[in-house]
């Protein structure tokens, strides 16, 4: 039986490819990576990637919270999704 999410799981992992290589162009506080944690913390996790939900929702929070992520919180958020882009 072939996965239904499949296709989609693949082009989330496309747009994760694209988020982290504007993810490595922006400043820290830069606006944009909110926008890019908030899409990431609510779809990650429907895709089977919750590492990258979790750490995508403490940026997303720290963003519309306060105070600014930090670049360890950041950080982390790319590594859950380089992870994810893995082969496995």
């Given at each position: 039986?072939?996965?239904?999410?499949?296709?989609?799981?693949?082009?989330?992992?496309?747009?994760?490819?694209t988020?982290?290589?504007q993810?490595?162009?922006?400043?820290?506080?830069?606006?944009?990576?909110?926008v890019?944690?908030?899409?990431?913390?609510?779809?990650?996790?429907?895709?089977?990637?919750?590492?990258i939900?979790?750490?995508?929702?403490?940026?997303?929070?720290?963003?519309?919270?306060?105070?600014?992520?930090?670049?360890?919180?950041?950080?982390?958020?790319?590594?859950?999704m380089?992870?994810?882009?893995?082969p496995?």
């Amino acid at each position: 039986m072939t996965d239904p999410l499949e296709h989609l799981r693949a082009l989330f992992i496309e747009r994760c490819r694209t988020d982290l290589e504007q993810l490595g162009a922006l400043e820290p506080d830069h606006p944009d990576i909110g926008v890019i944690a908030h899409r990431l913390a609510g779809a990650a996790g429907s895709f089977g990637y919750p590492e990258i939900s979790v750490a995508a929702a403490v940026v997303d929070d720290r963003v519309r919270y306060g105070p600014k992520p930090t670049p360890e919180e950041v950080r982390e958020m790319r590594r859950a999704m380089e992870k994810a882009m893995a082969p496995r």
